[in-house]
């Protein structure tokens, strides 16, 4: 059965410095790839996707991933975090279009000043 | 464009009785998905809806859980009787549909939060 796993389920970081939150994946064929954030009190919020365009995803606020086959990995980084960024971050997967989602277990990110 | 919206945000019943959460998704979605989050675990998928039709209930505890959906438009997963187990965040998804050649996004909603004394 195809999982998400994610090291780490809280992971704190100095505001500016890199932010690197890690997921892997189970599966035989690569899958379509994301990563969603939920901020306090709010809804899960799609960060960025991959579909196998390209291994190299930039998404929203500053985050990228990159996706490496031969690792089986999915990476979350941000040069410079911000207190803005403080927040529980889901890596997840999808076998196939119009399938349900597997999230992982989640990553607490705090980000001291 | 308004996102996927439930109702009520919170709900607090006493095990035995019955709850009722809605989905009103982004218009013109076909796809539309429940998943639940309880204490401690991970977000796990319990159906998905192609316009008024159950696509895939895989998901669902057990027939104390309930879900229909109106005509395609929103939806509603009724619990009865609710359990102590039952409480979590429930959240709802809708994505567009109609295409085979992109990944369909899903987009959440801001969950509900049940809780079951």
């Known amino acids: 059965a195809q999982s998400v796993t994610q090291l780490g389920s809280h992971v704190s970081v100095s505001e500016g410095a890199l932010v690197l939150l890690r997921c892997n994946y189970s599966s035989s064929v690569p899958p379509y790839l994301f990563w969603y954030v939920q901020y306090p009190n709010q809804g899960l919020q799609l960060l960025l996707k991959?579909?196998?365009?390209?291994?190299l995803v930039k998404g929203i606020n500053g985050f990228e991933a990159e996706f490496k086959k031969s690792e089986t990995s999915f990476h979350l980084t941000k040069p410079s975090a911000h207190m803005s960024d403080a927040a529980e971050y889901f890596c997840?997967?999808?076998?196939?279009?119009?399938?349900?989602?597997?999230f992982g277990p989640g990553t607490s990110l705090s980000v001291i000043p | 464009e308004a996102g996927v919206t439930q109702f009520p945000s919170h709900s607090v019943i006493e095990k035995g009785q019955t709850v009722t959460l809605r989905c009103d998704p982004i218009s013109g979605h076909d796809n539309l998905y429940w998943y639940r989050r309880v204490m401690g675990k991970e977000i796990k998928f319990l159906l998905h809806f192609v316009k008024e039709s159950k696509q895939d209930e895989s998901g669902m505890p057990n027939n104390r859980f309930l879900a229909e959906r109106t005509g395609g438009t929103y939806s509603t997963l009724k619990v009865q009787p609710a359990e102590l187990e039952d409480s979590g965040v429930y959240f709802c998804a809708s994505s567009q549909g109609g295409t085979a050649y992109f990944t369909d996004t899903q987009y959440f909603g801001p969950g509900t939060r049940l809780t079951v004394l």
């Open positions: 997840a997967a999808m076998k196939t279009s119009y399938d349900k989602v597997i």
């Open positions: 991959y579909t196998s365009a390209a291994t």
